[in-house]
């Protein structure tokens, strides 16, 4: 695999639209298309805002190690790890309502898609893709198209 990711890193160094594809939902109100350079919030109360946000080539670059050292592509698409109750194992503790994550990625003829949820938790992405959902909210969050934009209306209880 580390192989294919290096050929195809050159590749992707020129133009990373056609080998690298990548779309993010935060599970609450941000997502991100590379295939059509859009982030985009739902702001609940009055119209969705979107920008314009491209990937750039050593942004790309800065992801597929992490990629790779995750494992993506092997990785089971349900990312969701149940609660136990400590006193009675047999118990699953459920949050609701209880956002839902997804994160897309292809690279050359390599894909796959994950998704989780908050799991009761206050910082619910997996550990087995911890680091690569931080480098990518990294990219997005500090984005001038994106820091612009008001922050949503959205509630969720």
Known sequence: MKTMIFLLSAM????????FQLAFDNGHVDSFDSRHDLFMREMCDV???????????????????????????????????????KSDP?????????????????????????FWNCGCSISPTPKSIKP?????KEILYER???KSMAASDCRFM
Do not use: M
């Not at 992707?12 to 080998?19: D, E, G, K, N, T």
């Not at 994550?101 to 292809?106: E, G, R, S, V």
């Open 12 to 19: 992707i160094s020129s133009v990373h639209a056609q080998y």
């Open 132 to 136: 690569l959902v931080a480098r990518l």
């Open 144 to 146: 001038k198209e994106v």
């Open 47 to 85: 119209a969705d805002q979107w920008a314009s946000v491209k990937l750039e080539s050593h942004e790309v670059q800065s992801l597929l190690p992490l990629i790779d050292d995750v494992d993506f592509f092997n990785l089971p698409a349900d990312q969701v790890k149940l609660k136990k109750l």
């Open 90 to 114: 047999n118990i699953t503790v459920t949050c609701s309502p209880c956002a839902q994550y997804q994160l897309q990625i292809k690279v050359g003829e390599k894909s796959n898609k994950v």
